[in-house]
């Protein structure tokens, strides 16, 4: 079953973001990207107004081969951007699971996509991909679109809670047999055994709960 999971990641993890950064006030959007094969050719929305901002910030970018203003309505541009052959760890990833963004919007310090995969396994490896890149990203909610509503997965954690569960994730706390102990991982996160427990607890019973599985 396919799942829709919206993602937000830092600018500067994402080629666009890292381009417009210098320019806090340029607000973008993209249109439906959906990868084919080994290329990405996404189309945004931008503010007439902002256009010389980013096409200088894109001039500058090793990441953009080329890119054009395909239309005009109203006030805003539409932008059609070419990918050089190697392009970031977050685009390679949305390739390399054939994932479909949905929706992306963009400011200076984040930006935030709705993205589609085919199942699950390809949402893991999406995280993986991008977690192996040294994206940061931050998962907001995850839900199949097949489901109810009262079925998405929204995580109301704290920044600790939801580091803690990343980085026991990441480093095999949950695999069998485990990657990572409990001692181990509160040495890499700085803090004492009984607190990474408590953060994991609170953090995975937050899950459970904003799952409702109990309903």
Not at 71 to 92: C, H, K, P, S, Y
Not at 97 to 122: C, M, N, P, Y
Request: hydrophobic share 40%; with cysteine.
């Amino acid at each position: 079953m396919s799942v829709i999971v919206d993602v937000a990641i830092p600018a500067d993890d994402f080629t666009l973001g890292a381009a417009l950064s210098a320019n806090p006030g340029i607000r973008v959007r993209l249109e439906r990207v959906i990868p084919i094969e080994s290329s990405f050719v996404p189309y945004l929305w931008a503010a007439n107004e902002d256009l010389t901002e980013i096409e200088e910030a894109f001039s500058k970018e090793t990441d953009v081969e080329s890119f054009i203003v395909a239309d005009t309505v109203n006030d805003e541009a539409l932008i059609r951007v070419d990918w050089a052959e190697e392009v970031d760890g977050f685009l390679q990833a949305l390739v390399e699971t054939s994932a479909a963004v949905l929706e992306g919007t963009g400011e200076a310090d984040t930006w935030k996509f709705q993205i589609r995969f085919d199942d699950h396994e390809d949402l893991s490896e999406f995280y993986r991909r991008c977690v192996d890149a040294g994206v940061k990203v931050d998962i907001e909610s995850v839900h199949n679109p097949g489901l109810t509503s009262e079925l998405t997965i929204r995580y109301d954690l704290t920044d600790g809670q939801r580091k803690t569960l990343r980085l026991a994730l990441e480093e095999g706390y949950f695999d069998v047999p485990r990657g990572i102990n409990l001692t181990e991982l509160a040495a890499k996160l700085g803090i004492s055994d009984s607190a990474v427990s408590q953060r994991l607890r609170r953090a995975i019973a937050t899950v459970l709960t904003d799952s409702n599985l109990g309903d």
